[in-house]
Nanobody, 127 residues
Framework: QVQLVESGGRLVQAGGSLRLSCAAS????????MGWLRQAPGKEREFVGG????????NYADSVKGRFTISRDNAKNTLYLQMNSLKPEDTAIYYC????????????????????WGQGTQVTVSS
C-alpha cells in the first residue's frame, strides 16, 4: 500500500505559477509510474499528466500541454507538478496517483490508468 500526501495548492491570480508536490511512502517509489489528476466542482476527475517510473516518459492532457510540467525525484520519493500560465479553468482539487499499469515506459493517458490517489490539494485561480 502506498500513501500519498499532496501539498502546494493555494489561491493564485490568472497568469501565475504554482508548484505542487506529492510525498509518497509505504512502497518503493521508483517501482511505479505516477500521475496527477484533477477534479473541478461539478465535474468528473480528469487526467492532467503522467510520468514513467524513472521519469524518462511524460504525457499531458491537451488542456495543460505547454503550461504544466510533471517531474519526479525518486531519491526523495516526491512527485511534482509545475503549473505556469494558470487559467481560471485550472481551478480544481489536484490529486497525485499511482499508475496501475505494469509498464516501465508508460506514462498514462487517462484517469483509468491511475489508482491509489491522495487526499488532494486545492488550486484556485482567480481571474
Amino acid at each position: 500500500q502506498v500513501q500519498l500526501v499532496e501539498s502546494g495548492g493555494r489561491l493564485v491570480q490568472a497568469g501565475g505559477s504554482l508548484r505542487l508536490s506529492c510525498a509518497a511512502s509505504g512502497r518503493t517509489f521508483s517501482s511505479y509510474g505516477m500521475g496527477w489528476l484533477r477534479q473541478a466542482p461539478g465535474k468528473e476527475r480528469e487526467f492532467v499528466g503522467g510520468i514513467s517510473r524513472r521519469g524518462g516518459y511524460t504525457n499531458y492532457a491537451d488542456s495543460v500541454k505547454g503550461r504544466f510540467t510533471i517531474s519526479r525525484d525518486n531519491a526523495k520519493n516526491t512527485l511534482y507538478l509545475q503549473m505556469n500560465s494558470l487559467k481560471p479553468e485550472d481551478t480544481a482539487i489536484y490529486y497525485c496517483a499511482v499508475n496501475i499499469r505494469d509498464n516501465n515506459y508508460y506514462a498514462g493517458r487517462s484517469e483509468a490508468d491511475f489508482g491509489s490517489w491522495g487526499q488532494g490539494t486545492q488550486v484556485t485561480v482567480s481571474s
